[in-house]
């Protein structure tokens, strides 16, 4: 068929099943959005209030559904206000294609009225980038940008492409999608080394990752955890991949992480790392991390291999194919002794209340988890709600809990609730936030109502940015530097003038009557919580620390 460039973007979309675009338009970008008012009735269009809103709601949806997120802005500023979303994706390993249209070639390079070279503004936060100035690699770097952004460690491409080439025709037949790159191939005696360290081991203990989700692995492990009477802790990145009433999760590691994962990884014999880095929020202090145990890393990518934490064998393989291939090779062991001594700190981990305000952080989010369904999707920004979200929350599958976990980005949540929403239209979103986090993202308020999302969103307003506030009254003898803003914000009416609802609470029974309204209403709520400075995020281990420096409360 004869097509011109932007049509040519929406029958590739269409191939590889892409329905909704989150996005903004722009001069550059008119050629884009003239074709997606023509294949409007195949590929919906949120714009959202803000660029990195769009890719924040791309990441969201990506994560809510497992699709790959798609999201499109004009050239300059349209394109640079992508880059926060697109290196949280790329952090996160989230699979996302941005398409940017730039100014027309013969302006290239003159300084030409909103041009960047964003391809190479985000080379370090992409898997791959692409700048289409010819319509003859267009079709090839579309399929290609899919086929890149959810193989083996998935992740963000950009495709950048200049006007005079969304205007141009060319000829375009559909073609299936590209088959994903192999899964990593390893050696057959690795396998036999993992067993044989698994089957000798006395205190064994698994440390997930993202990877284990990334992979669907989840059935696979709780396999491996049965079978050998493993124990097993997460990362937030992880959260939802054992479920939460499994007696064999010991909960969150690191930071502020719960002292049964924290102590089995300190006096474990064996630590089995799938899927995970060894970020420095959970392995704090590197040489002394897991000092007792022998250490064995399986991840996709073999650049994560010892690069934090030097271990005793490092395997690059996708977690399922791993285990799926592990398994019968591990024999039946129900390390009872181990098991019980693990669990048994799980009882020393309970609510901590430390602020003086009648509502505290644990009361929300048992309400919540009381008054929502196990289908329920949470969404966190940044911050100390984002930590007591990952505590408390009632996790029972992974594309159930969306947060920014490597980048840590302020404002992630609203983009990521409304994308995780359009994805799931069916499914209740709820989007937890503080108030220094919601400052940076209320404005997608007005893409909720006019989207006619019933996302609701939990406001803990301590009226400070809490976690750096924790750090200073901690660390710098109370010092509050610009962390005490002052903010006469009244988030009631701005809910209002966006033309969502605003409720407010202050105490438990406030909180559980207006959540309850809320529940009822079919757009967007904003509902602000009265906190306290004063409610610290417990335990903690300082950065660099170990068990011996955690702080319980």
């Known amino acids: 068929m004869r097509v011109n460039g932007s049509q040519l973007v929406m029958e590739v979309l269409l191939q590889h099943g892409v329905d909704t675009v989150f996005g903004y338009p722009g001069g550059a970008a008119l050629n884009l959005y003239d074709a997606l008012y023509e294949y409007s009735d195949r590929i919906k269009v949120v714009t959202t209030a803000h660029e990195q809103g769009a890719s924040h709601a791309a990441d969201g949806y990506a994560r809510a559904t497992g699709k790959t997120g798609v999201c499109f802005a004009t050239s300059g500023p349209g394109a640079t206000n992508l880059v926060t979303g697109i290196a949280t994706a790329f952090m996160d390993s989230i699979p996302l294609v941005a398409i940017t249209a730039n100014v027309p070639d013969s302006l290239i390079g003159r300084d030409a009225f909103q041009e960047v070279s964003i391809s190479n503004v985000v080379i370090p936060v992409t898997k791959h980038t692409y700048f289409i100035n010819n319509i003859d690699n267009l079709e090839d770097a579309l399929y290609n940008a899919f086929r890149i952004a959810s193989s083996g460690r998935k992740g963000p491409v950009l495709i950048d492409i200049t006007k005079d080439v969304t205007a141009a025709m060319t000829n375009y037949k559909p073609r299936k999608p590209i088959d994903k790159d192999p899964l990593p191939a390893f ?59 499994n007696p064999k999760n010991l909960g969150m590691a690191g930071m502020h992480g719960t002292i049964a994962a924290n102590k089995a990884f300190d006096r474990a014999d064996l630590m089995i790392a799938l899927g995970t880095r060894f970020s ?12 007792r145990a022998q250490k064995i890393q399986i991840d996709i990518d073999a650049s994560e291999l010892n690069k934090n934490v030097f271990v005793d064998l490092g395997i690059t393989a996708d977690i399922k194919d791993f285990l799926t291939q592990l398994l019968p090779l591990i024999k039946e062991n129900g390390h009872e002794e181990w098991l019980s001594l693990a669990t048994g700190w799980k009882s020393k981990t309970g609510d901590v209340k430390s602020g003086d305000a009648e509502l505290h952080p644990s009361e929300i989010l048992h309400s919540v988890c009381d008054m929502t369904d196990k289908d329920t999707i ?81 406001i803990m307003n301590n009226q400070v940015l809490g976690m750096v506030y924790q750090w200073q009254g901690i660390f710098y003898d109370h010092r509050y530097s610009a962390t005490d803003l002052h903010r006469k914000t009244d988030f009631l009416k701005i809910a209002e003038g966006f033309g969502a609802k605003g409720f407010k609470a202050d105490t438990p029974d406030e909180f559980e009557e207006v ?39």
């Open 378 to 458: 949470y969404v966190t920004d940044v911050g100390q709600h984002q930590m007591w979200a990952a505590q408390y929350l009632k996790h029972e599958h992974t594309k159930q809990f969306l947060t920014s976990g490597g980048l840590g980005t302020m404002g992630y949540g609203y983009g990521a609730a409304i994308g995780a929403q359009v994805g799931c239209p069916d499914a209740r979103v709820i989007h937890f936030t503080g108030d220094g986090s919601f400052h940076m993202n209320l404005n997608e308020g007005c893409t909720a109502v006019s989207q006619e999302l019933p996302i609701i969103t939990i």
């Open 187 to 245: 050696e057959k005696a690795d396998l036999k080394k993992v067993a044989d360290m698994i089957n000798a081991s006395s205190k064994p203990v698994i440390y997930c990752g993202g990877g284990v989700a990334a992979s669907n692995a989840g059935e696979e492990l709780l396999q491996l955890m049965d079978k050998a009477g493993i124990p097993a802790a997460h990362t937030l990145m992880s959260a939802g991949v054992i479920g939460y009433d």
């Open 515 to 553: 959540f309850a309204k809320a529940l009822k209403e079919k757009g967007p709520v904003w509902i602000d919580c009265h906190i306290a400075k004063s409610e610290y995020v417990y335990p903690m281990i300082p950065g660099g620390g170990t068990i011996e420096d955690m702080i319980i409360g």
């Open 280 to 291: 420095d929020r959970v392995a704090l202090n590197p040489e002394k991390f897991g000092k």
